[in-house]
């Protein structure tokens, strides 16, 4: 069945970068594009970006651009989100989700289980 | 960025009664791509409908969405006690892929 296994939770201090990463199983990498979505504590979802598993495309949110990085390794059907230049406010679990089909306009159908990430110095 | 409203805040029904949660869009949505998803205490969000009323796997015949445009609305005939969550709405037709910020449907 599909699967998205996310890395551990991590603790930065301000200024500092994370990279979350994003595991996929049963299902074929490639035919599937891969979006970053985040939730800061007793908060509501955030949408951070897409990234293409076929080409290594990617499309961010303003809001993100210049502080976010999302890759895609194919090899091992592995994704990847990271986001530089930590503030506090940056502390959320980020989620990783398989988006319906390889478009940017999909909806989201499988998600991973999230990462914590807590910045504070 | 599309803003998406959804409304009321919070629901409160009593197990088998029907709830009508809406999603109000600041601008109109390409080509119905609005989706609805269900976030549980402690869970990842959970797809329930996607392409405004198609239900996604293993959803039951009970949920059902309808709208177009800048407004739309998820319902759950006879609502259960495993469907008390809170309910996020998301529009995907351009980007940024905004979601709404969430009705909680809770237990009277």
């Known amino acids: 069945q599909v699967q998205l296994l996310q890395s551990g939770p991590e603790v930065k201090k301000p200024g500092a970068s994370v990279r979350v990463s994003c595991k996929t199983f049963g299902y074929t990498f490639i035919n599937n594009a891969i979006s970053w979505v985040r939730q800061a504590p007793g908060q509501g979802l955030e949408w951070m970006g897409w990234?293409?598993?076929?080409?290594?495309?990617?499309h961010y949110a303003q809001k993100f651009q210049g502080r976010v990085t999302m890759t895609t390794d194919t090899s091992t059907g592995t994704a990847y989100m990271e986001l530089r230049s930590l503030r506090s406010d940056d502390t959320a679990m980020y989620y990783c989700?398989?988006?319906?089909?390889?478009?940017?306009?999909?909806?989201?159908?499988?998600w991973g289980q999230g990462t914590l990430v807590t910045v504070s110095s | 960025d599309i803003v998406l409203t959804q409304s009321p805040g919070t629901l409160s029904l009593s197990p088998g009664e029907r709830a009508t949660l809406s999603c109000r869009a600041s601008?109109?949505?390409?080509?119905?791509?609005i989706a609805w998803y269900q976030q549980k205490p402690g869970q990842a969000p959970r797809l329930v409908m996607y392409g405004t009323s198609s239900r996604a796997t293993g959803i039951p015949e009970k949920f059902s969405g309808s709208g177009s445009g800048t407004d739309f609305s998820l319902t759950i005939n006879r609502v259960d006690p495993e469907d008390f969550a809170v309910y996020y709405c998301?529009?995907?037709?351009?980007?940024?892929?905004?979601f709404g910020q969430g009705t909680k449907l809770e237990i009277k």
């Open positions: 601008q109109t949505v390409s080509y119905t791509h």
């Open positions: 989700a398989r988006a319906s089909w390889w478009e940017l306009e999909a909806s989201l159908d499988y």
């Open positions: 990234v293409s598993t076929e080409n290594g495309n990617t």
């Open positions: 998301q529009q995907y037709g351009s980007s940024p892929h905004t």
